[in-house]
Nanobody, 126 residues
């Protein structure tokens, strides 16, 4: 069973940085691809970044490439999203999610992720 809890959201000025964390209180964290998604008011949930459960493989949506970094610490059952050079357009509720896909290819589709956290709010002011 995977139980995810995000933390680290907050209010930051444009150009600033935040690091989100997502901890799993279950026992099988290391077997899951982990992803970050976000949802802004009035918009659909969108993919942000993902990291493979076993390979050194990551995937990012174009708008965050070069600014965000996803990483994971299996010993701590935690996945991180380091967000730099934040923009007002990054304002959203950020969710972490887990997928068991057994593929070398990562997915950006929310439908592939079966476990979700409750989300953490990130607000970037101009």
């Amino acid at each position: 069973q995977v139980q995810l809890a995000e933390s680290g959201g907050g209010l930051v000025q444009a150009g600033g940085s935040l690091t989100l964390s997502c901890a799993d209180s279950g026992s099988t964290f290391s077997s899951y691809d982990m992803g970050w998604f976000r949802q802004a008011p009035g918009k659909e949930r969108e993919f942000v970044a993902a990291i493979h459960w076993n390979e050194d493989i990551t995937l990012y949506t174009d708008s965050v490439k070069g600014r965000f970094t996803i990483s994971k610490d299996n010993a701590k059952s935690t996945v991180y999203l380091q967000m730099n050079r934040l923009r007002p357009a990054d304002t959203a509720v950020y969710y972490c999610a887990a997928a068991m896909r057994w593929s070398r290819e990562l997915s950006g589709s929310p439908d592939e992720y079966v476990y979700w956290g409750q989300g953490t709010q990130v607000t970037v002011t101009s």
